[in-house]
C-alpha cells in the first residue's frame, strides 16, 4: 500500500482520475475509508469528501461516515465470479433448508448465487408457492420444480441476475410467507446482517415484516465484514444457517441466544 501511495502522490492525479480510482477501488473492495484514500492519493479528506459527493451524486457510490460503498444498483463482485465461488460450499448449505419446507407452504427466497441450487430442495415438494426477487431462482425453478411461482417486478441490477424491487412499506398488508430465505452482504460483530444496496436493503426488511420465520443463509467469510445497510438483527432471525461457530464471531455470544444455530461444518 504505502508503494501504491508514494506512486500515486508523485503522479498529482486530478479531480476526474482520482474519482476513477476511487470507483475502481469500490469495485475491487467494496468499500474504502476516506482517510486512507485521501492519504494514498497524497490529498486532504476534504478533497476525497468533495470526490465522494460527486460520485454519489452520480449514483456510482454511496458515501458513509468516513467510508465510501457500492452505488445502488451496482455489483460489488461480478455474478460470473460469484456463481463460480466455494459452489459446493453454498450447495451444502442451501441442502440443510429442506427441513423448513413443509407442503403446501408459501416461501421467498432472497437475492444472492447462494440459492442458485435451491430448485434441489424443492423438486419434490408439492404445492409450494414460491416469490423470489431474484431471477436466478426464478430460472431454475420454472424448469426444475413443480412450484407455483411469483416474481417482484423492480430495478434489474446491472450484469446481475437481481431484481431491486421498490416496495410503499405494506408488503405485510398483501403476502404472508411461512418462510423468508436470505443472504448477506456482511454481519456486523454487534449481530446486524447487512446490505451494499439499499432497494434491497429497504425490500428485504419488507419481507421479514410479512414473514413467520426468517431464515439467513451466510457464508463464514460474511462474518465482521462491512456494508451501510442494516438489514436485520439476529433478534430478527428465527434460523442461521453457516458454515462456521457463529458464536466465535460476534462480540457476545449472547445475542444469538434466540436463534437456533446450524453449522454445516459442525
Do not use: W
Not at 460450499?89 to 441450487?117: C, D, H, M, W, Y
Not at 421498490?166 to 456482511?186: C, E, P, S
Not at 456486523?188 to 426488511?205: I, K, S
Not at 458454515?243 to 445475542?255: H, L, Q, Y
Request: contains cysteine; charged residues 25%; neutral net charge.
Amino acid at each position: 500500500m504505502l508503494g501504491q501511495a508514494i506512486l500515486l502522490q508523485e503522479a498529482k492525479l486530478d479531480a476526474d482520475e482520482r474519482q476513477r480510482l476511487i470507483v475502481d477501488a469500490i469495485a475491487k473492495k467494496g468499500a474504502i475509508s476516506v482517510a486512507t484514500f485521501a492519504r494514498e492519493c497524497g490529498v486532504t479528506t476534504q478533497t476525497i469528501r468533495r470526490d465522494l459527493e460527486k460520485l454519489g451524486a452520480q449514483g456510482l457510490i454511496q458515501k458513509a461516515h468516513g467510508a465510501a460503498f457500492a452505488g445502488p444498483g451496482t455489483v460489488v463482485q461480478a455474478y460470473k465470479d460469484r456463481s463460480v465461488t466455494q459452489v459446493e460450499v453454498k450447495r451444502r448449505l442451501v441442502q440443510r433448508l429442506a427441513e423448513f419446507i413443509e407442503p403446501g407452504a408459501t416461501i421467498f427466497v432472497g437475492l444472492g448465487t447462494t440459492f442458485n441450487s435451491v430448485h434441489e430442495i424443492l423438486r419434490d415438494q408439492p404445492r409450494i408457492i414460491l416469490a423470489t426477487n431474484n431471477l436466478g431462482v426464478a430460472h431454475s425453478c420454472t424448469f426444475n420444480t413443480g412450484v407455483t411461482l411469483f416474481v417482484f417486478g423492480g430495478y434489474l441490477r446491472r450484469n446481475d441476475t437481481a431484481i431491486l424491487a421498490v416496495t410503499d412499506g405494506g408488503l405485510h398488508d398483501r403476502f404472508k410467507f411461512d418462510v423468508a430465505i436470505f443472504g448477506a452482504n456482511a454481519v456486523d460483530e454487534d449481530g446486524a446482517f447487512l446490505a451494499f444496496d439499499p432497494l434491497e436493503a429497504e425490500f428485504t426488511r419488507d419481507v421479514i415484516k410479512a414473514s413467520r420465520r426468517v431464515i439467513f443463509v451466510i457464508q463464514e467469510e460474511k462474518f465482521n465484514s462491512r456494508a451501510p445497510h442494516v438489514v436485520a438483527h439476529m433478534q430478527d432471525v428465527s434460523v442461521l444457517v453457516t458454515n462456521c461457530d457463529v458464536r466465535t464471531k460476534v462480540a457476545n455470544p449472547e445475542i444469538v441466544k434466540g436463534t437456533r444455530l446450524i453449522n454445516i461444518e459442525g
